[in-house]
């Protein structure tokens, strides 16, 4: 283990990586694994999932049964550290005249948001790509699909990934011999595929990263990395360790036998095998530092525990805070070079900020009434979803892009609002009456919800609030937000689907107003974009490396560099992009180039 | 961050029982108690359950509201009645918690607890839990909603409701009644992932599926 309590870094590292997630997790898997010397900084505790994790906890071994608070919004068992929509002291504000709040989702622990996340894995496909040839709107990526596939395959194999080849426009398939089997539907989600076919919604296995059998760990790594031995002994290894899911416990509570993709579980404990990677935690990024010349030297941060700054240097500067933490590093690191803030000639660093649409509804259905129990924990989330349907119909559409449906239909481990349902269906009953009633209901209800596209516009952005500082002494970020027709419309289109679904499955449900189903921005956790990459130093920040066009030694990695959000969840293009970029750095560092 | 709204009293309390942590102290306050604490509300132990408020019903309350929640869930063979698992004190540390929903039920159940001492007084000279069981349900009867609600008793009919459905809450969220309720997850299974028993696919039609 490399996780330096003592502070006692190396003179100089070749790379320093802000951030462990997604991003910054692969970052220092690949580089460590290719030789480098890697400093990680991770603004929160070390986190340890294989023991901290409460895997069996039941509710009445947590206050409030476990119930979410402001601290713990996701409930007292979610693996979010020192998080959640507001951290102790690092508060953030909204611009005057925004027409919603922001809400910004953080934790502070090592992983970052990887050890609580939904574990949806779908690729982009090659529409998605090239949105702004396709309609007009937004931005197209600097890169293909075919430039991203391979990397695709990787991430894939390193992650571990289960679903199927479903053969679908924009849905693209995955090389034979990378997914593991899906694990089968459960009964509410075999009677929503029935049901929503007749309306020509499609319902298919989801990706998702958890491991449904254990991982040949030998036959990956030598398929990921023939040429380095030095990674394949140590992933061999590491791969085989992680255990196959056992069909209990929820995925966000994060996972001691490892069998779900978290930071911590698949890209730390390899990089940290290797003995090239040091971790120092509890270190708050303050800005970057440069030279006169305007390359990058280190990262200024400030040491919590004795609350003073530090310095640490490297010949290459990683940002993989997540989308606005890195921005907000950007924007803070200002210098006489860019007096506007690092790598921000382009005027682009906190513009183009999106989320994923989100937007849900559910109902009760009677056809799942009185159900004999089983296990339907299953793999801890949706087991199918339905890719988006409409391409090449958007002429009958009054929205671009699209979005997919999850599925909530599991009788979960209860909650205390799990029986709210007998309000409605049985309000008057006590006795042993209402325990009748109890089992009949429980779980007999079904809930949708969408996860779209939105377009980037100009009034969603984030900037330096100019009158707020962190307890840190560092500027805090503001927020403007507005929806457009087009995300308001396509959540229109939504509830109209869930609704239609509803009732073929012979539950009652109508549709709700989009302006108030619709997600608030933020919420869905999905950022993307502050800093987007393109083919021109004129309007985006990075090439399609995450390279700052500004200063070539500095590279981000996280979703601040996507152009667009398609409605696949980010995490796995994010890890897929962090590869490609390693490579290309590390070649560049080898040329001589940076 | 949530606005705090513990009492003067409750805050020397979490003093002397999270003074590391600071928690549930106001925002700006504990930020800056708040350095690397763990064990406090945002980083809690799992191996030790700590209620940093203090839990406002007193002995009498109490023994009211263990007879309602035995009233309201009897039990049965699968499953113990709610005085055997706590689920009484549970709703007292329920109502005790200073978020706003919480302070809302105390509310209700705190009023509610006196406005049926008062109203059993005036109809049979006791308290509720003093009565026979069946003047027990009688008044239950009378407030639940089966039957019309005559407006002297709305108040009782607002306070049943709360409590069925916060005692629903606290009984079926306690792991011995899952398998009463058919709740069977929460045990580890080796192989694949079993899906839907073929009976259930037979009920509902499911086999093209």
């Known amino acids: ?594 | 961050m949530q606005p705090t709204l513990v009492s003067r009293r409750d805050i020397f309390k979490l003093l002397a029982a999270a003074s590391a942590a600071g928690a549930m102290l106001p925002p700006d306050l504990a930020a800056q108690q708040k350095v690397l604490a763990r064990g406090d509300v945002w980083d809690p132990d799992f191996l030790k359950k700590n209620i940093p408020w203090e839990k406002p019903l007193v002995d009498a309350e109490l023994a009211t509201l263990t007879v309602l929640c035995d009233l309201i869930i009897p039990g049965d063979a699968d499953a113990p009645a709610p005085s055997k698992i706590g689920v009484a004190d549970f709703l007292n540390e329920w109502i005790g918690a200073p978020y706003p929903d919480n302070l809302a039920d105390r509310e209700i159940i705190r009023g509610g607890l006196g406005w049926l001492d008062t109203h059993t007084g005036s109809l049979h000279g006791k308290s509720f839990r003093e009565l026979e069981p069946t003047q027990q349900t009688a008044i239950l009867d009378s407030i639940c909603g089966a039957t019309e609600i005559p407006p002297a008793l709305a108040y009782g009919h607002v306070f049943f409701r709360k409590l069925r459905s916060l005692t629903l809450g606290g009984y079926y969220t306690h792991s011995s009644t899952w398998k009463s309720l058919g709740y069977v997850g929460n045990l580890p299974t080796g192989g694949p992932y079993p899906g839907v028993p073929e009976e259930i696919i037979k009920r509902l039609g499911l086999e093209e599926s």
């Open chain 1, 1 to 594: 283990m490399a996780i330096l309590t003592d502070r006692k870094t190396l003179p100089e590292y070749d790379a320093i990586i802000v951030g462990s997630g997604a991003g910054g997790g692969m970052m220092a898997m690949q580089l460590a694994l290719g030789g480098m010397k890697v400093l990680m900084i991770e603004a929160g505790r070390n986190y340890e999932p294989t023991t901290e994790t409460p895997m069996f906890n039941t509710p009445e071994q947590a206050p409030l049964r476990g119930q979410s608070t402001p601290e713990k919004p996701f409930g007292y068992y979610d693996a979010t550290v020192d998080g959640g929509w507001q951290v102790p002291g690092e508060p953030y504000s909204d611009k005057a005249g925004t027409q919603h709040p922001f809400k910004w989702w953080r934790s502070r622990m090592l992983g970052g948001r990887t050890n609580h996340w939904g574990r949806i894995s779908l690729r982009f496909g090659p529409h998605d790509f090239k949105p702004k040839t396709r309609d007009g709107l937004g931005y197209d990526w600097p890169i293909s699909y075919e430039d991203l596939a391979p990397y695709y395959d990787k991430t894939q194999l390193i992650t571990g990934i289960f679903g199927t080849n479903v053969g679908m426009e924009n849905i693209p398939d995955t090389p034979a011999g990378i997914l593991l089997p899906p694990p089968k539907p459960r009964v509410g989600e075999m009677l929503a595929k029935k049901h929503a076919a007749k309306l020509g919604v499609p319902i298919h296995p989801i990706h998702r990263a958890v491991l449904t059998e254990r991982l040949d760990g030998p036959a990956r790594a030598a398929r990921l990395f023939p040429n380095n031995a030095l990674a394949q002994k140590i992933l061999a290894k590491d791969m085989s360790s992680r255990a196959a899911c056992f069909w209990a416990t929820e995925c966000g509570r994060g996972c001691s036998i490892r069998a779900n993709f978290q930071s911590t579980t698949v890209l730390i404990p390899p990089a940290l095998a290797s003995g090239n990677l040091h971790i120092i935690t509890d270190a708050m990024v303050r800005e970057v530092m440069l030279d006169a010349s305007g390359k990058a030297t280190g990262i200024r941060y400030i040491d919590k525990p004795t609350r003073s700054d530090a310095e640490v240097k490297a010949k290459v500067i990683v940002l993989s805070a997540s989308t606005c933490e890195t921005a907000r590093i950007l924007l803070n690191s200002k210098s006489t070079l860019f007096p506007n803030g690092l790598a921000n000639s382009s005027g682009q660093v906190g513009k183009n900020l999106m989320d994923s649409l989100g937007s849900d509804l559910g109902a009760h259905i009677p056809a799942l009434e009185s159900m004999p129990p089983y296990n339907e924990d299953g793999s801890g989330g949706s087991h199918v979803y339905a890719p988006w349907w409409n391409h090449g119909k958007h002429d009958k559409l009054n929205f671009p892009r699209g979005y997919h449906i999850e599925l909530g239909a599991t009788r979960n481990m209860p909650v205390m609002h799990s029986l709210n349902i007998l309000d409605s269906k049985s309000p008057s009953t006590y006795g042993k009456k209402l325990m009748d009633e109890a089992r009949r209901y429980y779980g007999a209800s079904i809930s949708f919800a969408g996860r779209g596209e939105m377009i980037p516009n100009e009034h969603c952005y984030t900037e330096l609030d100019p009158n707020r500082l962190d307890q840190w002494g560092i500027p805090v970020l503001r927020f403007h937000w507005k929806w457009s027709d087009h995300e308001l419309n396509q959540v229109k289109h939504m509830q109209e689907t869930f609704a239609g679904i509803i009732n073929e499955m012979g539950g009652s449900a109508t549709p709700r107003p989009a302006a108030e189903a619709i997600n608030k921005p933020g919420e869905i956790i999905h950022e993307a974009g502050a800093a987007r990459m393109g083919a021109s130093t004129k309007d985006s920040v990075t090439n399609s490396f995450g390279q700052t066009w500004d200063v070539k030694n500095l590279f981000l990695m996280d979703g601040s560099i996507l152009p667009s959000n398609p409605n696949k969840n980010l995490t796995i293009t994010i890890m897929a992009l962090a590869w490609r970029s390693s490579e290309y750095l590390m070649q560049e560092m080898k040329s001589g180039n940076i």
